[in-house]
């Protein structure tokens, strides 16, 4: 990465989601008026600002994985200002495991939606470079992490039938997509039956349709981020969208397509496309 990643950038990226205020002066400590609605109230509420996840997804995307170790570190340092040491492991070890489902997530969306913009011959190279990127990323964050936050077991049911998953899928589909979600579903189904099924079934059953650690909004902050930092404008805007159905303000919205497009442009990502406004 040719600029360092300071401090003081991870830090303007907070402020850009609203609600964003500085505690008692403690060392830019973070307290949020609104936030992810997961209704966790176990959860630190510097988690109710949801950058951290943006930023890590947004260099996983474009490829900078080591900006995911600096990420970590600075929400490390605000959950260190408001948790006492035993708090402040399980907030920890909760960051990381957000901060790993966030990469897995987008290591789906990062590619999957070019299937519609390349061709055959391509889509090899675009898979593998896909599972890169997040092999990259999970790799950073679990050497920069101690052993007792990492995970040895699969957090997935591998006991639900893919038909189950399929009917989860959908169930996801349809709260993200809301009014849409037929034409959208029909689309891919059109374009190519596997791919239909792949997407209600593989996407949003089991990768998105897991909500044990993220969010339904969280993980449409993943989705949003991810397509940003790949230049897919028809599916920003679709996601973008399905950010405000899972329960966001406009305003909130806004807020992550800006932190999304500041840390692109800071990894050099240059769109040939527009990024789509949030209406």
Do not use: C
């Not at 205020?21 to 609605?37: C, I, L």
């Not at 951290?52 to 600096?70: D, H, L, R, W």
């Not at 404008?233 to 500041?262: C, F, N, Y």
């Amino acid at each position: 990465m040719a600029s360092i990643i300071s401090s003081t950038f991870l830090n303007s990226l907070k402020h850009l989601f609203p609600g964003f205020n500085k505690v008692d002066g403690r060392h830019g400590a973070t307290r949020m008026t609104a936030g992810v609605r997961s209704g966790d109230v176990s959860e630190s509420p510097v988690f109710q600002n949801p950058w951290y996840i943006v930023a890590t997804v947004v260099f996983s995307a474009s490829n900078q994985p080591e900006g995911v170790k600096y990420v970590l570190e600075n929400v490390l340092e605000d959950l260190g200002h408001y948790h006492e040491q035993e708090d402040l492991e399980k907030q920890s070890k909760k960051l990381a495991q957000k901060m790993r489902e966030a990469i897995f997530k987008s290591g789906m969306i990062s590619g999957y939606s070019k299937v519609f913009l390349i061709d055959v011959n391509s889509l090899a190279l675009q898979r593998m470079i896909l599972v890169v990127k997040a092999i990259n990323s999970l790799q950073v964050l679990n050497t920069a992490i101690p052993d007792e936050w990492k995970v040895t077991e699969i957090q997935r049911d591998t006991s639900i039938s893919l038909a189950e998953y399929e009917a989860k899928g959908m169930s996801t589909f349809r709260s993200i997509y809301g009014e849409t979600a037929d034409s959208v579903d029909g689309l891919l189904t059109t374009i190519y039956p596997d791919l239909g099924w792949f997407s209600r079934t593989i996407a949003y059953g089991i990768t998105y349709g897991h909500g044990e650690t993220l969010s339904q909004l969280e993980t449409s902050y993943t989705l949003v981020a991810a397509l940003i930092a790949s230049d897919t404008p028809q599916q920003i805007g679709w996601h973008l969208d399905g950010a405000k159905r899972g329960g966001a303000t406009t305003e909130e919205v806004k807020a992550i397509r800006q932190i999304s497009m500041e840390v692109a442009k800071f990894s050099g990502i240059k769109w040939k496309h527009g990024v789509p406004e949030v209406t």
